[in-house]
């Protein structure tokens, strides 16, 4: 079975604070990939970030940083120093070739 | 310039009506998709086709039929409209599949009373 879980269903936090939004995926297949994406409150989708099943190097854009562990069937995603415009749904996801499965999301909110 | 638009943005149509929302991407990508989202946020792919050729076909019912006239266009045509296909169906593109980067289209609020 192929699955993806965001536990957290949302997160507040205080600006400048570090949050961690948790995804951690099930799939028997060895090759896939896994996605990050944004939804602000204005509704349009953002692609964040993919990584595929053989790279496990850790990745860091400005403030966000992807945290990917095939030992744990994780893919986490940390945003340092959050800032209001943080504040967004973001969505985990699976794609094993044809098959591309989300996560129910976490809302995250980032109080000034 | 946009990059991915969809048209109309709003769609407000009575059951058992036939709909289609249009979408276009200018960036010279080779693959589209079609992804719905419920009024709970539960995002869903629906199709994705690469050089016009459809590659995921998720399970959607046989009512919803995505056509690709090109490249550049990826159409969704809704037959028989039912109240559970009220949603926000987005339209993305992405260079290549699988998708390094994707762009999506600002989503089409589909209504069906």
């Known amino acids: 079975a192929q699955k993806v879980t965001q536990a957290q269903t949302e997160i507040s936090v205080v600006e400048k604070e570090d949050v961690t939004l948790d995804c951690v995926y099930e799939t028997r297949d060895t090759t896939y990939y896994l996605f990050w994406y944004k939804q602000p409150p204005s509704g349009e989708l953002v692609f964040l970030i993919r990584?595929?099943?053989?790279?496990?190097q850790n990745e860091i854009s400005g403030r966000y940083s992807w945290n990917f562990q095939k030992s744990t069937s994780s893919f986490n995603f940390t945003i340092t120093a959050s800032q209001v415009v943080d504040s967004a749904v973001y969505f985990c996801?699976?794609?094993?070739?044809?098959?591309?499965?989300f996560g129910s999301g976490t809302k995250l909110n980032v109080k000034p | 310039d946009t990059a991915v638009s969809q048209t109309p943005k709003y769609l407000v149509t009575q059951m058992g009506n036939d709909k289609s929302i249009k979408c276009e991407q200018n960036l010279g990508h080779d693959t589209m998709y079609w992804y719905k989202q419920d009024s709970k946020k539960f995002l869903k792919i629906m199709f994705s086709?690469?050089?016009?050729?459809?590659?995921i076909n998720e399970t959607v019912p046989n009512r919803f039929s995505p056509k690709s006239p090109d490249k550049a266009h990826l159409n969704l045509h809704i037959n028989s409209l039912e109240l559970g296909d009220s949603a926000v169906y987005f339209c993305a593109s992405s260079p290549a599949y699988p998708a390094n980067e994707q762009y999506f289209g600002p989503g089409t609020r589909l209504t069906v009373t």
């Open positions: 990584r595929n099943s053989f790279d496990e």
């Open positions: 996801a699976l794609d094993n070739f044809n098959k591309f499965y």
């Open positions: 086709y690469n050089n016009k050729e459809l590659i």
